[in-house]
């Protein structure tokens, strides 16, 4: 048997500075993009909830004008834009300015053979960083359809 020195021994069992380094370097490179891919994952989060926001205003006016009421209603109805915070932050544009939020009452066409009433509600997405300041981003437009029937059968406002 051969006798190792104390020396050789701690030399043969010890780390050099090379591979302490380029073990340091790949946790680094791993910390960086896990920090990276919270950080775009928050981003995409936070643009996920403002379009859910416009989309959800939008499906509101389409859903009192599809059980009967007249437009000027629908629109006294919905939040106003520049009175709500929350609105401001999400949908771009203003109420006061008519950039924000519209909703159009386009006209009937046939489906099925049954006249159908047409409207249509469009918004544009805040995409902005910074919540004071606003960026356009994707216009969404949807339309409704409501029967002409309750336009027919519907009494006259007093």
Same mark, same amino acid.
């Given at each position: ?6 020396? &050789?021994? +701690?030399?043969?069992?010890? *780390? ?8 340091? #370097?790949? /946790?680094?490179? %791993? ?53 709500? &915070?929350? +609105?401001?932050?999400?949908? *771009? ?8 939020? #519209?909703? /159009?009452?386009? %006209? ?51």
């Amino acid at each position: 048997m051969t006798n190792l020195r104390p020396s &050789t021994f +701690l030399r043969r069992t010890a *780390y050099t500075l090379i591979e302490v380094l380029a073990a340091a #370097s790949i /946790i680094a490179i %791993g910390a960086t993009a896990a920090i990276s891919l919270s950080a775009s994952s928050v981003l995409q989060e936070e643009l996920a909830f403002r379009v859910a926001v416009t989309r959800s205003y939008q499906e509101n006016m389409l859903r009192l004008w599809q059980l009967g009421l007249p437009r000027s209603q629908v629109i006294g109805l919905m939040p106003d834009q520049d009175q709500n &915070t929350v +609105l401001q932050t999400q949908i *771009y544009g203003s109420t006061s300015t008519a950039t924000g939020p #519209s909703f /159009i009452e386009a %006209g009937t066409t046939t489906v099925s053979g049954v006249i159908m009433e047409t409207a249509t509600a469009t918004a544009v997405v805040n995409i902005a960083q910074a919540p004071p300041t606003e960026a356009a981003g994707a216009t969404l437009t949807l339309t409704a359809y409501r029967p002409r029937l309750y336009s027919t059968l519907r009494t006259p406002a007093p």
